[in-house]
């Protein structure tokens, strides 16, 4: 049954009866758009359908994508499975809206996506912090403590549960198995932001995956690390900590009523995709990368980061001690048609997946040697000049009490000392360095200012600068 993709063959069905389309979209399958411009959509828009005939509805479903769902399931050793066209950001959300109540605690990592504490946000949750460290080395955060979980839930007896992200953007893993065994003694659900491992358990040489290593909950991006279109991605449920029709009513509220049928059907493909030849195709760039990172070892300045814990052999940092920052790094790499997943003052990020061919891993390879020798030319800075990742420092204000607080707007320059009212966070990878609550520091404001002066984006969630930030007056 893995080789079927029931959704993908329900709209193929459609398009093969249709002799006449009295429904919305208005497109009516791209015969609305010139030819100029259905050269590119053309096929896509003949799948973008509605809820009609046998194409089932994703709210409600009990046709074709429930099966689809149940096959998704099966794929990735899940109970349940919900397919998502909000992304991994509609999942997590959902699952903070879904288990908690205006004021319970529910146990956050810091360094999480934006989307956590935005459902924090809604959900009115008081997010109780898991102590993070960062490796002095490679400036990145170091794997949990399981240990230190347990004594917070020890502390917390009333926490709702346990949100952590794993892999990193940069593709470190989480021991999840130990912090899984830990909630599940305090009978709470452990959810996984899985965005970046949609990937994972496909292969032997990958890490397991969230769900079979004993996590509650894991959401996916399966458009991240898979195969299926932008904002497509799955959230997987096992065991009955949480319950399916709970999330599936508060997904109800956050996405659209009118799902996109290519990118559920995406979901399809790629579910379909990475089961039945994935494995294979997962060998050929496993094999590739090998090379490559062995051709790396007779670098002299560009190295990959060693992160702090199990790495995801498909993700690589690149750092180039002190010659250039990683923007420079992305930037050089940008000029000869070479565009990377993202870049800090300290490395830049190369994300390798099914679909990367043999002859753009060449070509990397060509381009990173050339790298490497145009770095010799250059004067070496002391890498230690790169600031780390700021330590937060909280003002135990919860979200509820920040949002009804009086507010100034100053420059980030002035800000030391004061409360923060809105998130700032460097995009991508999108976790704040300051959340509301937190205080502005020396060190964070250093920080948010070598980015914005490396030329890195840097958002704050409602202001057009962040040169100029939201305090509590
Ligand atoms: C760790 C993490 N979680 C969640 C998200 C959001 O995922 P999506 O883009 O599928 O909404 C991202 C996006 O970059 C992410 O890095």
């Not at 959509?41 to 009609?52: N, P």
């Amino acid at each position: 049954m893995q080789s079927r993709a029931p959704l993908l063959e329900a709209l193929l069905e459609y398009n093969h009866m249709a002799r006449g389309n009295f429904h919305v979209p208005g497109h009516k399958q791209g015969q609305a758009w010139s030819e100029r411009e259905k050269r590119w959509f053309g096929s896509i828009l003949a799948l973008d359908l509605t809820e009609v005939g046998h194409l089932d509805d994703l709210h409600d479903p009990r046709g074709v994508i429930a099966d689809a769902q149940a096959l998704a399931a099966e794929a990735f050793h899940a109970d349940h499975t919900l397919f998502l066209v909000g992304g991994t950001t509609a999942g997590n959300m959902a699952l903070i809206l879904s288990l908690c109540q205006p004021g319970d605690r529910l146990l956050v990592q810091r360094n999480s996506h934006q989307s956590i504490f935005h459902g924090c946000y809604f959900a009115g949750v008081r997010a109780i912090y898991l102590p993070t460290r960062v490796d002095v080395v490679t400036g990145l955060a170091e794997p949990l403590q399981p240990a230190e979980i347990d004594q917070l839930l020890h502390q917390y007896p009333d926490a709702k549960g346990v949100f952590i992200t794993s892999p990193s953007y940069e593709g470190m893993v989480q021991p999840i198995r130990a912090i899984a065994d830990i909630c599940h003694r305090f009978d709470v659900p452990l959810f996984v932001d899985e965005a970046h491992g949609a990937h994972f358990g496909f292969h032997p040489v990958l890490p397991l995956s969230a769900m079979q290593l004993g996590a509650d909950v894991a959401v996916q991006s399966t458009h991240k690390m898979l195969s299926s279109m932008t904002m497509s991605s799955m959230l997987h449920i096992k065991g009955s900590r949480m319950e399916v029709d709970q999330v599936a009513r508060a997904l109800r509220m956050l996405e659209s009523s009118s799902p996109s049928y290519p990118l559920l059907a995406s979901l399809d493909v790629a579910r379909r995709d990475i089961v039945t030849s994935g494995r294979q195709r997962m060998e050929q760039v496993l094999h590739h990368l090998i090379s490559l990172r062995a051709a790396m070892e007779a670098w002299c300045h560009l190295r990959e980061v060693q992160m702090p814990g199990i790495q995801d052999p498909l993700k690589c940092s690149l750092k180039a001690d002190g010659r250039m920052t990683g923007f420079q790094l992305a930037r050089w790499l940008e000029q000869r048609g070479i565009y990377t997943e993202f870049a800090d003052l300290a490395k830049v990020l190369l994300v390798f997946s099914l679909g990367t061919t043999a002859v753009e891993l060449q070509t990397l390879s060509i381009e990173l040697l050339r790298l490497d020798q145009h770095l010799t030319l250059l004067p070496h800075r002391n890498a230690h000049d790169i600031p780390v990742f700021p330590k937060p420092v909280s003002s135990d204000l919860s979200f509820a009490e920040i949002r009804i607080a009086t507010k100034e707007v100053i420059p980030l320059t002035e800000a030391e000392g004061r409360i923060a009212t809105e998130m700032l966070l460097p995009y991508p990878p999108g976790i704040p360095v300051i959340l509301p609550g937190e205080l502005f520091t020396q060190a964070n404001i250093h920080y948010l200012g070598r980015i914005i002066e490396a030329g890195g984006k840097v958002k704050g969630s409602m202001l057009s600068s962040v040169c100029q930030v939201s305090v509590i007056k």
